[in-house]
Nanobody, 125 residues
């Protein structure tokens, strides 16, 4: 099983960009399907983006699709989330998650069995 550590969050003005990273421990990272989720205060966790083990398939929430790119570097055991044209509604704690199989679909947090601690993203207007 992998362990996940996110980084790259921070305070950014609306219209700015951030690149979040999720570093994984373990030699089997390349076998895992990865996802990014976010949770704003008082709201439920929501899907942001996901990527398959070989980067063959990516998926995005409609709210970020035109502004975001998920990618991974299996040699570095890292998955990335590039977010551009950030909006105040993008504010939240961003967490990466890992699974060997999307039992409930890539967008369902119940599909993932390993989570990082999260990194805070705050977008000011």
């Amino acid at each position: 099983q992998v362990q996940l550590v996110e980084s790259g969050g921070g305070l950014v003005q609306a219209g700015g960009s951030l690149r979040l990273s999720c570093a994984a421990s373990g030699r089997t990272f390349s076998a895992y399907r990865m996802g990014w989720f976010r949770q704003a205060p008082g709201k439920e966790r929501e899907f942001v983006a996901a990527i398959t083990s070989n980067s063959g398939i990516t998926s995005y929430a409609d709210s970020v699709k035109a502004r975001s790119t998920i990618s991974r570097d299996n040699a570095r055991n890292t998955v990335y989330l590039q977010m551009n044209s950030l909006k105040p509604e993008d504010t939240g704690v961003y967490s990466c998650a890992a699974t060997l199989y999307y039992y409930y679909g890539a967008r369902n947090p119940a599909s993932y069995n390993t989570w990082g601690q999260g990194t805070q993203v705050t977008v000011s207007s």
